[in-house]
């Protein structure tokens, strides 16, 4: 499995998570049962300070003792989530693999070879002075692992 590959079935799993989630947005509130928590969940469950009461069904998500925790739960929901990788995607899209005749210079000689390379940062017929600096992920995919904590390397 090629990287890209490892990194589109994080991003595909990641994304089925943020679906199968509460929607968004998210807010916090003060929980009114449970004592100093606060609630974060679907934002048209907030109960307004100094009120007890909305209409309808509303669930927390998550009771969380430090307000500082609440909020970055509550900014960090579903829908912000898909942003996110809806972005990698788009990402992963641009710097698809392609293979290409590729040359480098080792030993004096010229020599060329088919080889998976990013479609966007390696040009046609391009020339790198060893075999070695012929990129096997570029920089953005390489920024993606990262952020994915995907390893880089297969083995
Ligand atoms: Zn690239």
New binding site residues.
């Given amino acids: 499995m090629t990287l890209h590959d490892r990194l589109l079935a994080e991003v595909e799993r990641r994304k089925a998570l943020a679906v199968a989630a509460m929607p968004g947005p998210w807010a916090v509130w003060r929980d009114l049962d449970a004592q100093g928590f606060y609630a974060v969940g679907e934002a048209s469950g907030v109960i307004p300070e100094g009120e007890n009461w909305v209409d309808g069904e509303h669930n927390p998500t998550a009771h969380v003792y430090v307000i500082e925790d609440a909020e970055f739960i509550a900014g960090h929901d579903p829908a912000d989530a898909l942003r996110r990788y809806e972005h990698y995607e788009r990402v992963l899209e ?2 698809s693999i392609i293979w290409r005749t590729i040359g480098w210079m080792e030993g004096g000689d010229t020599e060329y070879a088919e080889l998976p390379v ?5 040009p046609k017929h391009s020339h790198f002075r060893t075999r070695a600096e012929v990129p096997q992920a ?4 390489l920024d993606l692992a990262a952020a994915l904590d995907v390893e880089v390397s297969d083995g």
């Fill in positions: 641009r710097h990013c479609v966007r940062c390696v570029c920089d953005d995919i």
